[in-house]
């Protein structure tokens, strides 16, 4: 299960690159659940995750992304994430991946804070 989480994981960052559709599309299952925040209604299926996505995405070149899987749990996992935006706050996020047999991911949900301003 860690390979395959650390490989949607980095499918994830090419999708967040590329804003491409398709790469969208090849990380969730058809019947997929996406929550952008923990305690909104979610994106439901791969399409309405597809418009979600590009409604709110991050142009490329303007943000960095670091991870590491701090947990696994049958077929779900959790990713500790780190986004540094150029011209926005940096967040620390908490990613619950769960997948299925071929890799798609069922449900995802991003738990997020922003980083405290530093007191340059």
Known sequence: MRDALASWVLGYVQAWTS???GDIKSLFAEDARYFA???EEPW????AIVEGWLRHRDEPGTWGFRFEII???GTVGFVR???????QPDYANLWV??????GECTEFTDWYMAEPASAD
């Not at 439901?44 to 399409?47: C, H, I, L």
């Not at 994430?81 to 011209?87: N, V």
């Open 37 to 39: 925040e923990p305690y």
């Open 81 to 87: 994430g780190w986004t540094e935006y150029h011209d």
């Open 71 to 73: 947990g696994i749990d």
């Open 19 to 21: 804003n491409d559709p």
């Open 44 to 47: 439901e299926g791969r399409q």
């Open 97 to 102: 991946i769960r997948l299925n047999q071929a």
